[in-house]
């Protein structure tokens, strides 16, 4: 018997100045996206952050008046460690985010606002390939901010933004989607990987809220054990997969 064929990944496209990645909460990027990140900023490319919430209904022993702020402050401090200085929130509220016209109409804005070629997001399917099931905050900003990479080349679509000065930009190329169950490119995280454990562990306080293990010992296990799981499709280099919906 024959062993199974393992379909390999392709690299990412690498022509490409600016990206802009959206997700729902502090820490999204960080838990899997944050090397292939590294390794765009060191080669001298913009990424930039929008996130829908604060994740101020994170942490369950801290108040959401509380944990908003300190978790923000993570966020920067976590995005700096990968080279990204910008990094913006759109105030949604954690846990109970609703996918609608308002939600794209907030992330076409920012991708206006940013012009990327490249738009990166978290997986918006119900479940992570399986029966682990997917929060609603996960799915609607997803399946929003696929949706806002063709809103925010329309001008007839949200055209209060063109009255607010941000111009249509019909330059996304491709939206990916980090976590996705169905993969189809890579990004080599060996150059990133120790750094996407630093940016991790810039969120120590939801960690330690998290679990009782050792919060460098917890993170570096599970990033590495991603990018090494993620490297048998990759040449068996640790790296960091992307499903890729080219525009």
């Not at 402050?73 to 954690?94: I, K, N, T, Y």
């Not at 390939?129 to 990479?149: E, I, K, M, Q």
Request: proline share 6%.
């Amino acid at each position: 018997m024959t062993e199974p064929t393992i379909s390999q990944l392709q690299p990412m496209p690498d022509d490409w100045r600016r990206a802009l990645a959206v997700v729902a909460h502090p820490d999204d990027l960080e838990y899997g996206c944050a090397a292939a990140i590294a390794a765009w900023t060191d080669a001298g490319r913009e990424v930039s952050y929008v996130l829908a919430t604060r994740g101020e209904a994170g942490i369950d022993t801290l108040d959401p008046a509380r944990c908003g702020p300190l978790r923000e402050r993570e966020q920067r401090a976590s995005a700096a460690v990968v080279g990204v200085s910008e990094v913006a929130f759109l105030d949604h509220a954690d846990g109970v985010i609703e996918y609608g016209p308002a939600l794209r109409r907030d992330i076409a804005a920012a991708i206006r606002r940013h012009r990327p070629e490249l738009v990166i997001t978290l997986n918006h399917r119900d479940t992570w390939g399986g029966t682990a099931w997917n929060t609603p905050d996960h799915v609607a900003v997803g399946r929003a901010t696929l949706d806002a990479a063709g809103d925010a080349g329309n001008r007839w679509i949200f055209p209060e933004l063109t009255e607010q000065g941000l111009q249509p930009w019909d330059g996304v190329r491709w939206v990916a989607v980090a976590g996705s169950a169905s993969p189809t490119h890579a990004v080599d995280a060996t150059p990133g990987l120790e750094r996407a454990v630093r940016s991790l562990l810039e969120h120590r306080t939801y960690i330690e809220a998290l679990t009782d293990e050792d919060p460098e010992t917890y993170a570096r296990t599970l990033l590495t054990g991603f990018a090494e799981e993620t490297g048998k499709r990759f040449g068996n280099r640790p790296a960091v997969a992307f499903e890729v919906f080219p525009r």
